[in-house]
């Protein structure tokens, strides 16, 4: 089983940046995807991608977000610029669930083996 841990959230002003992080126990051939949950919502796909390197973006995330992975160091990054008060969430990264065939599915039911979640926090 993989082992993930998300770093990398924090406070941010309105229009600023982060940069998350997903590390790996061990490295995996499967999709890598980011997803958030907002306090009294429901976890919502953000980002994922192939180990080939091919994404898929919400469209709330489509411009603003970079999913991005360094398989040598068995990590995956979240990019993210121009933060809205509105992207406050837990982020929480997770590995296409074994048996799923659906490629770069956006569907949390699609993934397993999730992280903790780092908090993201972003001000007016």
């Known amino acids: 089983q993989v082992h993930l841990v998300e770093s990398g959230g924090g406070l941010v002003q309105a229009g600023g940046s982060l940069r998350l992080s997903c590390a790996s126990s061990?490295?995996?051939?499967?999709?890598m995807g980011w997803f958030r949950q907002a306090p009294g919502k429901e976890r919502e796909f953000a980002a994922a991608i192939t180990r080939g390197g091919t994404t898929k973006y919400a469209v709330s995330a489509k411009g603003r977000f970079t999913i991005s992975r360094d398989n040598s160091k068995n990590t995956v990054y979240l990019q993210m610029s121009s933060l809205q008060p509105e992207d406050t969430a837990v982020y929480y990264c997770?590995?296409?669930?074994?048996?799923?065939?659906?490629?770069?599915?956006?569907?949390?039911?699609?993934?397993?083996?999730w992280g903790q979640g780092t908090q993201v926090t972003v001000s007016a």
């Open positions: 997770a590995t296409q669930a074994y048996g799923i065939r659906w490629t770069l599915p956006d569907s949390e039911g699609a993934y397993e083996n």
């Open positions: 061990r490295g995996t051939l499967a999709t």
